[in-house]
């Protein structure tokens, strides 16, 4: 049996010592893999909950629908509302904790309604070593990170999810539109409208892996460099569109996509607030 073959069977085998499991869904590559594995495993007794609030893009909420539907997932939606939180909107790097909690809080409240104790996320092992603040909600509130615990890769749950049929396979990786601002910038429902529109005009043209960052009045767009000479091809019309969109300012990011380059800017603040986030 190989290194990926004894991971999955890892996996079940963790999977099949609970009574049921709610897996936070959103329809990314971790979760949409662990809640098949989890259905595969549990049946009836795995429920895969998708968190609703303005920073979960429309494309992304139809996507999680979509694929919830083509791999017979028992599917439900909770409505969050950590927009109505301060600590949230002003976007500290702690930021995703009180997302994480929010969420929790709602998961928490199906588990008593469905009698299914355990919750579960898609932390993966190349997330323990990254600044992920939702991590620390998580384990105050004892959500298990099943993923990890089998010491999956994401490239170990790409390669399982092609095996398996898990249409994400090969779906470029989508966090949520909060993680578009610089820290310290607050978050405002407006500025999430536009930020999603601005990504939507990439994708009409035919871009699958992108981010838009949010500079007050400057888009910056993140894309493959491979991709860079095709959106200078298309540069007036996304140029134009984003202007209608409200940026007075488009900009392409030489150094091209990387995920969570908002994170790159933590060198800035103080180490000790760093870490009072970081640290379980």
């Given at each position: 049996m190989s290194e990926l073959e004894q991971k999955y069977e890892k996996l079940r085998s963790i999977l099949a010592g609970m009574d049921g499991l709610i897996v936070g869904y959103s329809g990314g590559v971790d979760s949409t893999f662990l809640a098949?594995?989890?259905?595969d495993v549990l049946g009836e007794r795995a429920l895969s909950a998708a968190a609703i609030s303005e920073s979960f893009s429309q494309h992304e909420r139809g996507e999680a629908r979509r694929f919830a539907e083509e791999l017979g997932l028992n599917y439900v939606e909770v409505i969050t509302d950590e927009m109505n939180n301060p600590e949230y909107l002003k976007n500290a790097p702690d930021r995703c904790y009180y997302c994480k909690q929010e969420m929790f809080v709602h998961l928490k409240k199906l588990s008593k309604e469905t009698g299914i104790k355990t919750i579960a996320i898609g932390v993966i092992v190349d997330d323990l070593s990254d600044h992920r603040p939702g991590q620390k909600a998580a384990r105050e509130d004892g959500v298990r990170m099943p993923l990890?615990?089998?010491?999956?890769?994401?490239?170990?749950?790409?390669?399982?999810?092609?095996?398996?049929?898990?249409?994400?396979?090969?779906?470029?990786?989508?966090?949520?539109?909060?993680?578009?601002?610089?820290?310290?910038?607050?978050?405002?429902?407006?500025?999430?409208?536009?930020?999603?529109?601005?990504?939507?005009?990439?994708?009409?043209?035919?871009?699958?892996?992108?981010?838009?960052r949010h500079h007050k009045d400057l888009a910056r767009i993140e894309i493959p460099a491979e991709d860079m000479p095709r959106l200078l091809e298309v540069r007036d019309a996304v140029y134009d569109r984003l202007k209608e969109i409200g940026y007075a300012y488009i900009s392409m990011d030489l150094k091209g996509y990387r995920s969570g380059s908002m994170n790159e800017t933590l060198v800035q603040i103080e180490p000790s607030a760093a870490l009072s986030v970081s640290t379980p």
């Open positions: 098949k594995v989890a259905t990890a615990e089998a010491e999956l890769t994401k490239d170990d749950i790409r390669a399982l999810s092609a095996r398996l049929g898990v249409p994400t396979w090969d779906k470029p990786s989508f966090a949520c539109l909060s993680s578009r601002f610089p820290y310290g910038e607050e978050i405002t429902r407006e500025k999430l409208a536009m930020v999603e529109q601005a990504e939507d005009v990439l994708r009409s043209n035919g871009f699958r892996q992108f981010r838009v």
